[in-house]
């Protein structure tokens, strides 16, 4: 069996690039053979992300026109062996992509991967389309404002209606929030939402919540999907996050739950007995 | 022998009926562009009868042509006139309107009309559209002929339509339009009340005036006497 995750949020520049270069990574780690795939034909960054940029010979879009085969096309992680990259052509504009090419490309690589990710280019045009079409899942991922929330709305929206369980009217899409870039103090301080603000309007379940991190930056500069520095707050929250992904059941940290007070505590507790 | 290439059936049809109140075309178009707003999907092919009669009387011209092209650009198909006076009407057959039977004054109507004018306005009683999926940003749900009941979240941006009442288990962020063809016995009913904007047969009211109420109560919202109200439930 293997499930095809597709990584989208509407507004751009939200981290969808890093969440699946992370999430790709982590699931590869956890011994599942992944293949994660940049959408973004024209714009592609995940190859740098990724540290891979000088490897690229052939692209997605070759593959799609029968110019190169998926095996010449693929790309094996150097530090990860379940990880493979399939890099967008950089030269090329979306639509390159048709629904049937990606959907031949998405089989053949079903016979190989147990995880494939689609890490989806901005908007709700023809890429974010075709990354989302095939998908069996959607993490939808939200920065804690205003507008990336509405654009997160508008594209689960879409995800129950443009894509291909959503038309044949199989079981819908699995959808999973991840808030990225989040920031206690701008939570705080009322810039930014909180996740519980963030959760009841969008009504989805929460795969995790990813601090800002300078930990982030540092890792694209040197081409580390971020789950790789297993000890910076953003590395563990991604680990968290594929976990979840996986089935397990994992408490959230980094939302600032602090330790509960005295007065809490008891509250909670006097709560817990009248419901024994 | 050849097959027919067609036959012809009689059928009855519910159309929108637009009750021209005046034969001022500034004012029509005003009140168009606010009501295509309100709804833009649903006015999308909506074939439309223009009734006359409170314009019968009204002195000068209505021009008929500018009348529909104004209706075609917001997306509506004017097909027909009633209850015009006689001069109206050819005007209204030379704009290439079909005149459609006088069915709503007594004197005029034959016993058989009366009978098709009831089954045709009264509601069809057809069963509640029930949706237990958030309806977000950008969608559009219509119940034609019935209620609609909705048990998750209304985004802000959505669009909820329905002929009768709307009922929604949840919190409503988005607009939510109730007895869109003119019943002014439908409510709204919402459990938490953040609405962009609420309508009852085409009485609205938007944001600013929804602000005053309290999220956390459920609320309905009904027509009375010609006015729109908002009261706490239970
Ligand atoms: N948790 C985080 N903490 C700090 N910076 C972050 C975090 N997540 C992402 N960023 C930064 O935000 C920027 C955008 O991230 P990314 O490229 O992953 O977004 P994207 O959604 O893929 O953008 P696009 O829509 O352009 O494809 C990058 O500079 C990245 O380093
Ligand atoms: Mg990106």
Redesign the interface.
Known sequence: MSEIIVVTSGKGGVGKTTTSAAIAAGLAKQGHKTVVIDFDVGLRNLDIVMGCERRVVYDFVNIIHGEAALSQTLIKDKREPNLFILPASQTRDKEALTLDGVGRVLEELKQQFSYIICDSPAGIETGALMAMYYADRAIVVTNPEVSSVRDSDRILGILASKTRRAEQGETPISEHLLLTRYSLERVATGEMLSVQDVQEILAVPLLGVIPESKAVLRASNTGTPVIFDETSDAGQAYSDAVERLLGKDKPHRFIGEKKKGLFRRLFDRSKEEQLA | MATDAFQLKGSLFTLTVLQLHQADMDSLTHQLDRLVQQAPKFFQHTPVVIDLQAVQQVNGAIDFAQLADQLRQRGMIPVGVRNGSTAQQQAAIAAKFAILNATTSKAESHPGDTAVESSVTSMPNKPSLMIH???????QVYAQGGDLIVT??V????ELLADGNIHIY??L?GRALAGIQGDSQARIFCQHLAAELVSIAGHYMVNEALQQVSYNKPHQIYLAADKLLISPLG
Request: hydrophobic share 30%; no cysteine; aromatic share 0%.
């Open positions: 999926k958030p309806i977000r940003s950008g969608q998750a979240p985004s802000q941006g959505a949840a919190a962020r």
